[in-house]
């Protein structure tokens, strides 16, 4: 079983639409949570940790649910420029690790 | 900010030469630095974790005496890969934790490895 696992997409969304990705893990020690987000061909970018009350940051909200292994990234009113691969990322400790990137979710707003 | 830096971006190399990569952090200080290899729609494999003034701790699999890291200051960690082969062709990118926070990590814009 992967470590992190994502669907691969696409996501072909209208733009202005709702779009929400999830996201599994299985190492039950990950202890730090995290999406990025990667354009093609360019390293990847922190957008956002995640925790476990939640939290939101402008169009993006994410969620982890710690007992279900399991987290959500929702995009409100999607801009085509949110087109991007979004990465689900998890370290298992609490100090300097490296982080365990899934594969990535592929999204493509359209006009 | 906080800004890695990755020098070269993009380098082709004949079969049994060695590459050298240069990762800095510009405007912040790291004593942690990870380096990661992304093949063609594959995610991020983390190779080996490089601290300031101790030797690199390397993920299973992959080998230390092909893949040598220096860490020589709080800014800058280097990655060579020696008597490189064409499976070794890959996007190399690092990240540079900041100094002060839990696995806030950036990331370089990574270095295209072409061996031919």
């Known amino acids: 079983r992967k470590e992190v696992e994502q669907d691969p997409g696409p996501f072909n969304v209208p733009e202005g639409a709702t779009v929400a990705f999830n996201c599994t893990y299985s190492?039950?020690?990950?202890?730090?949570f995290f999406w990025y987000r990667q354009d093609c061909r360019k390293e990847p970018k922190l957008l956002m940790s995640?925790?476990?009350s939640g939290n939101e940051d402008g169009r993006f909200t994410a969620q982890l649910n710690r007992a279900s292994q399991y987290i959500s990234l929702l995009i409100r009113d999607s801009k085509l420029s949110d087109s991007a691969t979004y990465l689900c990322?998890?370290?298992?400790?609490?100090?300097?690790?490296?982080?365990?990137f899934g594969k990535g979710t592929h999204l493509i707003i359209q006009p | 900010g906080a800004v890695v830096s990755q020098h070269p971006s993009r380098v082709i190399c004949k079969s049994g030469t060695s590459v050298k990569i240069e990762c800095r952090s510009l405007?912040?200080?790291?004593?942690?630095m990870f380096w990661y290899r992304q093949f063609p729609k594959q995610s991020l494999m983390l190779m080996a974790t490089?601290?300031?003034?101790?030797?690199?701790?390397?993920e299973q699999g992959v080998e230390k005496d092909k893949f040598l890291i220096n860490h020589a200051s709080l800014t800058l960690s280097t990655l060579t890969v020696t008597s490189a082969h064409p499976e070794d062709s890959s996007f190399y990118i690092c990240?540079?934790?900041?100094?002060?926070?839990?696995?806030?990590?950036?990331f370089g814009p990574g270095t295209r490895l072409t061996v031919t």
């Open positions: 990240s540079a934790q900041k100094l002060g926070t839990i696995n806030e990590q950036y």
């Open positions: 190492n039950s020690a990950s202890q730090s």
């Open positions: 995640v925790y476990s």
């Open positions: 990322v998890v370290t298992s400790g609490g100090g300097a690790d490296g982080l365990t």
């Open positions: 405007d912040f200080q790291a004593t942690t």
């Open positions: 490089s601290n300031e003034g101790s030797k690199a701790t390397y």
